[in-house]
């Protein structure tokens, strides 16, 4: 089996209920983050990463995601004729950076649902798996960390923060043994637990690669709350049958799935913007408390 990762599955087909009625009609994935939709940031995380493939989980309402990783021969060509290239060529790079594959997911019955409807574009191939909802800022991006650590030791892998035990009860937390510089040797998830429940305060977050053997386990997954396949009953299986790991990713995390935590995004991605930051810093001062 390859240790190269070139595939990464991208979720996309939630309804977005959080950031109703902005989401109504448009996707969550689409929305912008300062100059770019967030979908576009994991693309190129992953592709930054060596990813050569992006197959995205859509559905009903998502055929924004496809327009915007095409070719739109109409609006680059109005660019070209009033002269504006730069910007023409930034728009050319968005469709070339990968192979996108889309494959519908008729209901959205679940992440773990998700995942096994891109079983026979993946493969018998290690693959990762990014939820656009979380976005992370690090030099070294959040999956280029994983794919450096997979490439030494060929074996499912989760990424991880720590989070206060006040927030357990928002994530799947994992239950594990400390091995060298950040990486956890998994031996069971618990879903969503309470603070006194939890094993651990380590956080599984929207980044993961995987090994094929996560389809055949997803197949025999029973549905659960709401009728969906949860990814979590998996990986409890997974972990029982063959080492998995779980890695410390280093950068800061959003959570631009919650409204809070997009805003908080937005100001310091803005912030940090080589054309908008120093102009918006100054008008973050002078605002009135």
């Known amino acids: 089996m390859s240790r190269q990762i070139t595939k990464a599955v991208i979720p996309a087909a939630g309804l977005g209920t959080r950031f109703l009625p902005a989401t109504k009609a448009s996707p969550k994935e689409m929305l912008p983050l300062v100059d770019k939709p967030l979908i576009q940031y994991v693309v190129e995380e992953a592709v930054a990463a060596g990813i050569r493939e992006i ?5 009903r309402g998502k055929r ?3 327009d915007h990783f095409d070719i739109s021969f ?12 730069e910007l023409t060529e930034s728009l ?4 070339d950076m990968a192979d996108f594959c889309y494959i519908r997911q008729r209901q959205a019955l679940g992440l773990g649902h998700a995942i096994l409807s891109a079983k026979n574009l993946v493969g018998n191939e290690d693959f990762a798996v990014l939820l656009g909802d ?4 690090h030099p070294i991006s959040a999956l280029q960390q994983m794919v450096d650590i997979h490439q030494k030791n060929p074996a499912p892998l989760i990424g991880i923060q ?6 357990v009860r928002q994530y799947g937390i994992i239950d594990a043994k400390s091995a060298v510089d950040g990486l956890y040797k998994i031996n069971d998830l618990v879903e969503k637990p309470s603070p006194k429940e939890a094993p651990s305060n380590l956080a599984v977050i929207g980044r993961y690669i995987l090994t094929p053997e996560i389809f ?4 025999k997954t029973k549905p659960g709350k709401n009728n969906e396949i949860q990814l979590t009953d998996a990986l409890k299986e997974l972990a029982r049958l063959r080492n998995m790991y779980g890695y410390v990713i280093q950068g800061k995390r959003f959570d631009a799935g919650d409204k809070l935590g997009f805003l908080k995004a937005t100001v310091e991605m803005g ?3 080589p054309e908008l930051g120093k102009e918006f810093r100054k008008y973050l001062k002078d605002l009135p408390l």
């Not at 050319?92 to 469709?95: E, F, M, Q, V």
């Open 64 to 66: 924004a995601i496809e």
């Open 74 to 85: 109409e609006l680059e060509e109005t660019l070209r004729q009033n002269g504006k290239l």
């Open 216 to 219: 055949e386990l997803l197949e």
């Open 55 to 59: 197959i995205i989980i859509t559905g």
């Open 134 to 137: 979380d976005i992370i800022d």
């Open 92 to 95: 050319r790079k968005i469709s």
């Open 271 to 273: 912030l940090k913007n």
């Open 162 to 167: 720590k989070v206060p035990r006040s927030e």
